[in-house]
């Protein structure tokens, strides 16, 4: 019976094996990891996109047709009004039957940043007379050009077009 252990050549091939797996085995726990930092960026901002549409729509959906500023679009940027009871009569109506109006509500990116939080293109706010309100963050960045049409440019993160007597609004936002 011979009590001999490991030759230094053996323990050498088994190190270099075990180094190898080990290494592959960190290698896709890493590929792993990347993948799904990648797939929570996703997530969070198709989140900020769809938490722009539920804050947006109810207030667009109100909306009259005729202060839109359809002129401007398509473009990165929409102005209307929403009936609102001003006269306290708990009527959207006036005693002189006039529809009574609230003042002017802009969603558009925060270029000149309104909130004063020092976040400008990549922002949408909802601007009114009294407060502004962040709808969402992370917007693509990119201007959109002066001669665009009815098609959303590239790169843009907020781009509204009149359509069939409606609007198409479209929303991009991109992580990091």
Known sequence: M???GF???EMMVAVAIFT???????AISLGFANAAEV???KITTTDEARRAFLAMTPVLRQAIRQPINWDDLPGDSITFRVPVDISGNGWVIDPNGQV????PITVQRDVNDANDDGITMSQLVLVTSDEVRVLANDLQEDAAPNDADDE???GVGFWVVPRNGGLD???RAEGT
């Open 39 to 41: 797939q929570e960026i």
């Open 7 to 9: 030759t230094l050549l």
């Open 20 to 26: 190898m797996v080990m290494g592959t085995i960190f």
């Open 169 to 171: 609004v479209t929303i």
């Open 152 to 154: 959303i440019p590239e």
């Open 2 to 4: 011979s009590n001999r």
């Open 100 to 103: 009574e109006m609230s003042d």
